[in-house]
C-alpha cells in the first residue's frame, strides 16, 4: 500500500490554511461545523476565553504542517509553545474535525522526536467528530515505518478509543487487510485484533484470513484477543472455523490505555449545550454535544459528518435501489417502521452497538433477525462497559446516578425483547458477591429478573449463595424487594418457556427436565429464604404480601404455563399466613389454596384419561401435603378443630392438656372465620349492621342463618379468595352454590 503524498505546492499549501483557518473560525464560533446552532449560546458566553485559544491553535497548526525536517524539542521554545496551545485546546475545547490531519501527519511522519509525537497523539481528543480521510491519511503512514513501533501502538490505542468519532467507516473497511497483516507483529497483535473486531463484515472472512489466525494461535496459546476475532469469524461462516471455541469470554480484550476516554467525557461535559431531542433528530444527522459517559456517547446513533445535502442524496438513492443487494441501507437512515420491513435484509448496524438499546426500530430487527454477530458485538461492548463503570467495583467511580441511568437502559432493552442479556448475567454473577445490596438496587435486581435460564446450572454458586448473605443481613425492604424480583425472574422463566400440550419433548428430554429442575430449585431457594425470614422480622404482615404474591405464580403453573411442576410453600410461609392478623394475606392464602385444589385436580384428570402432559407425574407427597393443609384450614376456618385434626407434622395439632393450660375461652373457635384476628374486624361491621342497638357484641349469634348472611356479607367486602375456597373445599357450601347457580339459568 503506497503512502498518500503529503508534500504540497506552497499555493496548494495556502489554500489549505485559509481553507483551515475559515473553519477552524466557524468551529469557534459555533463550537464545531455540525452543530453551529446547538452550542451558539453556550459558546458566546465564553467567545473572549476562546479568540485567545483559537488564534493561538491555528498558528500551531500552521507552523507544525510547515516543519519539513527533523525538529528537537529541546530549547526550542516555539514548538514548545504551540505543542502547549494545541493540548490546552484539546483539553479545554476539543479539536475541530480539520485539525486531525495536520496533527497525526505530523505525528506519524517521523519530523519530531516520540516525545512530541506522544503529546500530540494523546492531544486528539475530538469535539464532535474525526473525518475518516484524515483518520486514512494517517494509517497510510504506517507503510512507510517512519515513527517508531511505540508510536504506532499508541496510535491504534487512539484509533481504537475514538472509533465511535470517526463520521464515516467504508474507507476504513477497505483497507481491512492492511491492519490484518500487522497481526504478525506480538505487541500490536491484541489491539489490531480489538479494531479487526470492530471493522470485521462477512465478505472480510476469508480461509486464508482464518489460516493465520490458527496458524497465531498456535503459535501463541489461547489468547483472548484472537479467540474473540475467530468466534466472530465462526458466526459469520461456521463452516469455515470448524475448532471448539469457548461459548463466553469474560474479557475479549483490554482496554486500550490512554488520557483519551477521561478527556473526551470532560470536554463532553464542558461543552454541554440544550439541545432537544425528537425522534427525527434521534434518528437522523444531529450530533449529540452531551455525552457524560462513554456509554452515553454510545447510545446514540453517530451522524455522518457529510453535509446534509449529501444524505439526503443517499436517501434518494436508496429508493431507487430500495431491494438491491449489493447496497447496505445505514440505521441513520432508518426513521419509520415501513423503512424497516422494506430494508431488513440490507442494514447495516452502527459500530457503537449501544445505540441498538435505545433505538425500538433495532430492537425490533434484533427480534426478527437472529443476527449472531449483532449479539456478539452488543455481548462484548456490554460485558466491557458494565466491568468499567461498575460503581462499587471501581474505587475512584462516584458517578453512580449515570451508571444507574444505563442499566435502566439496558433493562428496558431486556423487556422490550423479552430476554436477557448473557454479559448482564455474567456482570451479576462476577460482582454480586462484592455488592452491598444499596449502590443502584432498583436496577440490579430488576437485570436480576432476566437472568437467562439457559445458564441456570451455576445459578445456585453465583446468585443464590451471594444474594442470601444479603437478604438475610439486609432490611425488611430489601427482603421484599428481592421476592419480587426473584417472582418476577420466574415468571419471565415460564413466560419464555411456555411447553405445548402437543409437544414433541418427552420425559427423557434433558432440556425439559433441567426446566423443570430450574424452576423447582427456585421455588425451593424462595421458599427457604422466605421462612428464615419471616423468623427474623416477626411473621410482618407486610413481607408476607410479597412471599405469598411469589406462590400466586407458584400455584398456576400447570395449568397457565403448561409445566407439569407444583410445589406447595413450606410450613414456615403456611402457617404464618394462615394465623395472619391481616384479612388481605388470608384472602390470598385462601385463593392460593383454591388455584392448587384446581391444578392438581387438572393434573389428577389427565392422569386418569391418560392425557399426559410430557409423561412426567406429581408426585404423591404433592397430593399429601396439599390435602394436610386443606384440612388445617377447614379446621381453623369452618370446623374449629384445627387443633385436633390437623395432620402435618409442624401443624397446630396440640394434646388437650396443654390447650388447657392456655385458659382461653372458646379456643376450638378461636380461628373460625368469625373469630379469627384477621376476620374480627367484619365480624364487628357485621353485627352493627343486624343488631345497631347491640352495644355489646356477642358473636354466639353468628350461627345458623346469620351463618349464611355473615358469608353473603364476607363475599361482598371483596374476599374473594376466601369465598372460592370455600365454596371448592367446603361440601355444604359448594353444593348450596351450585343449586343457586342452576336455578339462576333455570
Given at each position: 500500500?503506497?503512502?498518500?503524498?503529503?508534500?504540497?505546492?506552497?499555493?496548494?499549501?495556502?489554500?489549505?490554511?485559509?481553507?483551515?483557518?475559515?473553519?477552524?473560525?466557524?468551529?469557534?464560533?459555533?463550537?464545531?461545523?455540525?452543530?453551529?446552532?446547538?452550542?451558539?449560546?453556550?459558546?458566546?458566553?465564553?467567545?473572549?476565553?476562546?479568540?485567545?485559544?483559537?488564534?493561538?491553535?491555528?498558528?500551531?497548526?500552521?507552523?507544525?504542517?510547515?516543519?519539513?525536517?527533523?525538529?528537537?524539542?529541546?530549547?526550542?521554545?516555539?514548538?514548545?509553545?504551540?505543542?502547549?496551545?494545541?493540548?490546552?485546546?484539546?483539553?479545554?475545547?476539543?479539536?475541530?474535525?480539520?485539525?486531525?490531519?495536520?496533527?497525526?501527519?505530523?505525528?506519524?511522519?517521523?519530523?519530531?522526536?516520540?516525545?512530541?509525537?506522544?503529546?500530540?497523539?494523546?492531544?486528539?481528543?475530538?469535539?464532535?467528530?474525526?473525518?475518516?480521510?484524515?483518520?486514512?491519511?494517517?494509517?497510510?503512514?504506517?507503510?512507510?515505518?517512519?515513527?517508531?513501533?511505540?508510536?504506532?501502538?499508541?496510535?491504534?490505542?487512539?484509533?481504537?478509543?475514538?472509533?465511535?468519532?470517526?463520521?464515516?467507516?467504508?474507507?476504513?473497511?477497505?483497507?481491512?487487510?492492511?491492519?490484518?497483516?500487522?497481526?504478525?507483529?506480538?505487541?500490536?497483535?491484541?489491539?489490531?485484533?480489538?479494531?479487526?473486531?470492530?471493522?470485521?463484515?462477512?465478505?472480510?472472512v476469508k480461509p486464508f484470513r482464518i489460516r493465520m489466525l490458527l496458524d497465531?494461535?498456535?503459535?501463541?496459546?489461547?489468547?483472548?484477543?484472537?479467540?474473540?476475532?475467530?468466534?466472530?469469524?465462526?458466526?459469520?461462516?461456521?463452516?469455515?472455523?470448524?475448532?471448539?471455541?469457548?461459548?463466553?469470554?469474560?474479557?475479549?480484550?483490554?482496554?486500550?490505555?490512554?488520557?483519551?476516554?477521561?478527556?473526551?467525557?470532560?470536554?463532553?461535559?464542558?461543552?454541554?449545550?440544550?439541545?432537544?431531542?425528537?425522534?427525527?433528530?434521534?434518528?437522523?444527522?444531529?450530533?449529540?454535544?452531551?455525552?457524560?459517559?462513554?456509554?452515553?456517547?454510545?447510545?446514540?446513533?453517530?451522524?455522518?459528518?457529510?453535509?446534509?445535502?449529501?444524505?439526503?442524496?443517499?436517501?434518494?438513492?436508496?429508493?431507487?435501489?430500495?431491494?438491491?443487494?449489493?447496497?447496505?441501507?445505514?440505521?441513520?437512515?432508518?426513521?419509520?417502521?415501513?423503512?424497516?420491513?422494506?430494508?431488513?435484509?440490507?442494514?447495516?448496524?452502527?459500530?457503537?452497538?449501544?445505540?441498538?438499546?435505545?433505538?425500538?426500530?433495532?430492537?425490533?430487527?434484533?427480534?426478527?433477525?437472529?443476527?449472531?454477530?449483532?449479539?456478539?458485538?452488543?455481548?462484548?461492548?456490554?460485558?466491557?462497559?458494565?466491568?468499567?463503570?461498575?460503581?462499587?467495583?471501581?474505587?475512584?467511580?462516584?458517578?453512580?446516578?449515570?451508571?444507574?441511568?444505563?442499566?435502566?437502559?439496558?433493562?428496558?432493552?431486556?423487556c422490550f425483547l423479552q430476554e436477557g442479556f448473557p454479559a448482564c448475567e455474567?456482570?451479576?454473577?462476577?460482582?454480586?458477591?462484592?455488592?452491598?445490596?444499596?449502590?443502584?438496587?432498583?436496577?440490579?435486581?430488576?437485570?436480576?429478573?432476566?437472568i437467562p435460564l439457559n445458564s441456570a446450572s451455576d445459578i445456585k454458586s453465583?446468585?443464590?449463595?451471594?444474594?442470601?448473605?444479603?437478604?438475610?443481613?439486609?432490611?425488611?425492604?430489601?427482603?421484599?424487594?428481592?421476592?419480587?424480583?426473584?417472582?418476577?425472574?420466574?415468571?419471565?422463566?415460564?413466560?419464555?418457556?411456555?411447553?405445548?400440550?402437543?409437544?414433541?419433548?418427552?420425559?427423557?428430554?434433558?432440556?425439559?427436565?433441567?426446566?423443570?429442575?430450574?424452576?423447582?430449585?427456585?421455588?425451593?431457594?424462595?421458599?427457604?429464604?422466605?421462612?428464615?425470614?419471616?423468623?427474623?422480622?416477626?411473621?410482618?404482615?407486610?413481607?408476607?404480601?410479597?412471599?405469598?404474591?411469589?406462590?400466586?405464580?407458584?400455584?398456576?403453573?400447570?395449568?397457565?404455563?403448561?409445566?407439569?411442576?407444583?410445589?406447595?410453600?413450606?410450613?414456615?410461609?403456611?402457617?404464618?399466613?394462615?394465623?395472619?392478623?391481616?384479612?388481605?394475606?388470608?384472602?390470598?392464602?385462601?385463593?392460593?389454596?383454591?388455584?392448587?385444589?384446581?391444578?392438581?385436580?387438572?393434573?389428577?384428570?389427565?392422569?386418569?384419561?391418560?392425557?399426559?402432559?410430557?409423561?412426567?407425574?406429581?408426585?404423591?407427597?404433592?397430593?399429601?401435603?396439599?390435602?394436610?393443609?386443606?384440612?388445617?384450614?377447614?379446621?381453623?376456618?369452618?370446623?374449629?378443630?384445627?387443633?385436633?385434626?390437623?395432620?402435618?407434622?409442624?401443624?397446630?395439632?396440640?394434646?388437650?392438656?396443654?390447650?388447657?393450660?392456655?385458659?382461653?375461652?372458646?379456643?376450638?373457635?378461636?380461628?373460625?372465620?368469625?373469630?379469627?384476628?384477621?376476620?374480627?374486624?367484619?365480624?364487628?361491621?357485621?353485627?352493627?349492621?343486624?343488631?345497631?342497638?347491640?352495644?355489646?357484641?356477642?358473636?354466639?349469634?353468628?350461627?345458623?342463618?346469620?351463618?349464611?348472611?355473615?358469608?353473603?356479607?364476607?363475599?361482598?367486602?371483596?374476599?374473594?379468595?376466601?369465598?372460592?375456597?370455600?365454596?371448592?373445599?367446603?361440601?355444604?357450601?359448594?353444593?348450596?352454590?351450585?343449586?343457586?347457580?342452576?336455578?339462576?339459568?333455570?
Amino acid at each position: 500500500m503506497k503512502r498518500r503524498q503529503s508534500s504540497r505546492t506552497p499555493k496548494q499549501s495556502l489554500q489549505v490554511r485559509r481553507k483551515s483557518q475559515t473553519d477552524l473560525s466557524a468551529w469557534r464560533k459555533g463550537g464545531g461545523i455540525d452543530s453551529e446552532k446547538g452550542l451558539q449560546n453556550h459558546q458566546s458566553a465564553n467567545d473572549q476565553k476562546y479568540d485567545s485559544q483559537e488564534g493561538s491553535l491555528e498558528q500551531a497548526l500552521s507552523y507544525l504542517e510547515k516543519v519539513q525536517d527533523c525538529v528537537a524539542l529541546k530549547k526550542n521554545t516555539l514548538l514548545q509553545k504551540h505543542l502547549d496551545a494545541v493540548e490546552s485546546t484539546a483539553l479545554q475545547q476539543g479539536l475541530p474535525p480539520e485539525g486531525f490531519e495536520i496533527l497525526l501527519n505530523v505525528a506519524l511522519s517521523g519530523k519530531f522526536a516520540d516525545t512530541v509525537n506522544t503529546r500530540l497523539l494523546k492531544s486528539l481528543i475530538p469535539a464532535s467528530v474525526i473525518p475518516e480521510n484524515s483518520v486514512v491519511t494517517a494509517v497510510s503512514w504506517l507503510c512507510v515505518s517512519k515513527c517508531s513501533g511505540n508510536i504506532q501502538l499508541l496510535f491504534l490505542k487512539w484509533l481504537i478509543t475514538v472509533f465511535d468519532f470517526i463520521d464515516q467507516k467504508e474507507q476504513l473497511h477497505a483497507i481491512y487487510g492492511f491492519f490484518f497483516s500487522f497481526l504478525q507483529d506480538e505487541k500490536m497483535c491484541p489491539y489490531v485484533c480489538h479494531l479487526l473486531y470492530l471493522l470485521t463484515r462477512k465478505e472480510n472472512v476469508k480461509p486464508f484470513r482464518i489460516r493465520m489466525l490458527l496458524d497465531l494461535q498456535a503459535k501463541m496459546g489461547m489468547q483472548s484477543h484472537l479467540q474473540a476475532l475467530l468466534s466472530l469469524y465462526k458466526v459469520f461462516c461456521p463452516e469455515q472455523v470448524t475448532i471448539t471455541l469457548p461459548a463466553k469470554m469474560k474479557t475479549f480484550f483490554k482496554n486500550p490505555e490512554g488520557p483519551w476516554k477521561a478527556a473526551i467525557t470532560a470536554v463532553r461535559q464542558r461543552n454541554q449545550g440544550p439541545s432537544p431531542m425528537s425522534q427525527a433528530v434521534f434518528l437522523g444527522t444531529y450530533q449529540p454535544q452531551s455525552r457524560k459517559r462513554k456509554w452515553n456517547a454510545q447510545l446514540v446513533i453517530p451522524a455522518s459528518s457529510r453535509n446534509t445535502n449529501y444524505l439526503e442524496e443517499d436517501r434518494q438513492k436508496s429508493h431507487v435501489c430500495l431491494y438491491s443487494t449489493n447496497r447496505s441501507f445505514p440505521v441513520e437512515q432508518l426513521q419509520t417502521f415501513p423503512q424497516l420491513l422494506q430494508n431488513i435484509h440490507h442494514l447495516e448496524f452502527p459500530s457503537q452497538m449501544g445505540s441498538v438499546l435505545t433505538n425500538p426500530l433495532l430492537l425490533h430487527y434484533m427480534n426478527c433477525v437472529k443476527d449472531e454477530s449483532i449479539y456478539l458485538r452488543l455481548y462484548y461492548w456490554m460485558g466491557q462497559m458494565l466491568q468499567e463503570e461498575c460503581t462499587w467495583s471501581m474505587v475512584d467511580n462516584t458517578c453512580e446516578e449515570e451508571f444507574k441511568s444505563f442499566l435502566e437502559t439496558v433493562y428496558k432493552s431486556e423487556c422490550f425483547l423479552q430476554e436477557g442479556f448473557p454479559a448482564c448475567e455474567e456482570f451479576l454473577y462476577k460482582t454480586l458477591p462484592l455488592w452491598d445490596g444499596f449502590c443502584c438496587r432498583s436496577q440490579i435486581l430488576k437485570l436480576m429478573s432476566w437472568i437467562p435460564l439457559n445458564s441456570a446450572s451455576d445459578i445456585k454458586s453465583y446468585l443464590y449463595d451471594p444474594l442470601a448473605q444479603l437478604f438475610f443481613t439486609s432490611s425488611i425492604y430489601f427482603k421484599c424487594s428481592v421476592i419480587e424480583s426473584l417472582k418476577e425472574l420466574l415468571q419471565n422463566w415460564l413466560n419464555c418457556n411456555m411447553i405445548q400440550v402437543d409437544s414433541e419433548l418427552s420425559s427423557s428430554n434433558s432440556t425439559f427436565s433441567g426446566l423443570v429442575n430450574v424452576v423447582a430449585g427456585l421455588v425451593r431457594f424462595v421458599g427457604w429464604i422466605s421462612t428464615a425470614a419471616l423468623h427474623l422480622e416477626n411473621n410482618s404482615t407486610f413481607l408476607l404480601y410479597f412471599i405469598l404474591d411469589f406462590y400466586g405464580t407458584v400455584c398456576d403453573m400447570y395449568l397457565k404455563y403448561n409445566l407439569p411442576l407444583l410445589i406447595m410453600p413450606p410450613p414456615g410461609v403456611f402457617y404464618p399466613a394462615l394465623l395472619s392478623m391481616d384479612s388481605v394475606n388470608l384472602n390470598q392464602l385462601c385463593y392460593i389454596m383454591y388455584r392448587y385444589r384446581t391444578n392438581l385436580v387438572a393434573a389428577k384428570k389427565n392422569e386418569l384419561s391418560k392425557k399426559k402432559i410430557l409423561q412426567f407425574k406429581f408426585s404423591s407427597r404433592t397430593y399429601q401435603e396439599y390435602n394436610q393443609y386443606i384440612i388445617a384450614m377447614v379446621g381453623c376456618l369452618w370446623t374449629s378443630s384445627a387443633f385436633q385434626k390437623d395432620t402435618h407434622p409442624q401443624g397446630l395439632c396440640m394434646d388437650d392438656k396443654l390447650l388447657s393450660k392456655t385458659a382461653v375461652k372458646e379456643l376450638k373457635t378461636s380461628f373460625n372465620i368469625v373469630y379469627h384476628p384477621a376476620m374480627m374486624g367484619y365480624s364487628v361491621q357485621f353485627l352493627q349492621q343486624i343488631c345497631p342497638d347491640d352495644t355489646i357484641f356477642n358473636f354466639k349469634l353468628i350461627k345458623g342463618k346469620k351463618w349464611d348472611w355473615y358469608l353473603e356479607y364476607l363475599y361482598s367486602q371483596g374476599l374473594e379468595g376466601l369465598k372460592v375456597f370455600i365454596e371448592s373445599s367446603i361440601s355444604r357450601v359448594s353444593q348450596a352454590s351450585r343449586s343457586k347457580a342452576e336455578n339462576e339459568e333455570a
